[in-house]
């Protein structure tokens, strides 16, 4: 298996862009995560689905954050309009029923808001 | 979910065991003890993990106090490659109750 993917590696964008970041879960695996990592916080949940539903989006910091998962083998983590405070590396992650603590993290997307 | 302790640093030898304290005095009797680790510039990778008895696989050992309070996660033969942030983490093991990552212990294997 190749792992959870995640697309792109890195991006830099402007203020005020919308930036959309790419999730491929494992197959099979019907719980994915949206992580942030940042130096100041750590690394913080921002949301996570199961079977394509969001069940907490508790972590979201606000408005301009949403997230979607139209199948069982993609979903995207949008920030519309983008800011400086942003910019962190943002790890999607799965697992499957059963193995509730064993996640699988992804490579990270680096973002970089001017 | 119970509060770790865990030191910010250490340095192990190569070719030495690394052992990795972490302290949970506050864990509850379903309460699991979870260690990831995450190598620079990549996604947590998870390590182990227990209840009450000692676990290992391929990658460690977890000793697990009797009274629970404390574990320690122990790397047998440290490798360059397993310099890292290593983080300790209590949680229900239950479907919807998330991992939450505190500041880890940075491992850092000297020649």
């Known amino acids: 298996d190749a792992g959870v993917i995640q697309s792109p590696r890195h991006e830099v964008t402007e203020m005020g862009q919308e930036v959309t970041l790419r999730c491929k879960p494992i197959s099979g695996h019907d719980y994915l995560f949206w992580y942030r990592q940042t130096m100041m916080r750590g690394l913080e949940l921002l949301i996570y689905?199961?079977?394509?539903?969001?069940?907490?989006d508790s972590g979201m910091p606000e408005d301009r954050f949403s997230a979607k998962m139209p199948n069982a083998s993609f979903s995207t983590l949008k920030i519309q309009p983008s800011e400086p405070r942003d910019s962190a590396v943002y790890f999607c992650a799965s697992r499957g029923t059963g193995r509730t603590g064993e996640l699988f993290f992804g490579e990270g997307s680096r973002l970089t808001v001017l | 979910d119970a509060k770790t302790t865990q030191p910010t640093s250490m340095d192990c030898a190569e070719g030495r065991a690394a052992n990795l304290p972490c302290n949970h005095s506050t864990i509850s009797g379903n309460e699991y003890v979870y260690w990831y680790r995450q190598i620079h510039s990549q996604g947590p990778q998870y390590i182990i993990h227990g209840l009450k008895n000692n676990e290992t696989n391929e990658m460690a050992s977890l000793i697990i106090t009797e009274d629970r309070k404390s574990s320690t996660l122990i790397l047998p033969h440290a490798t360059l490659r397993d310099t890292a942030v290593y983080y300790c983490?209590?949680?229900?093991?239950?479907?919807?109750?998330?991992?939450?990552f505190g500041g880890g212990t940075r491992l850092m294997v000297k020649p």
């Open positions: 689905f199961n079977n394509n539903v969001p069940i907490d």
């Open positions: 983490i209590v949680r229900v093991a239950r479907a919807g109750n998330m991992l939450t």
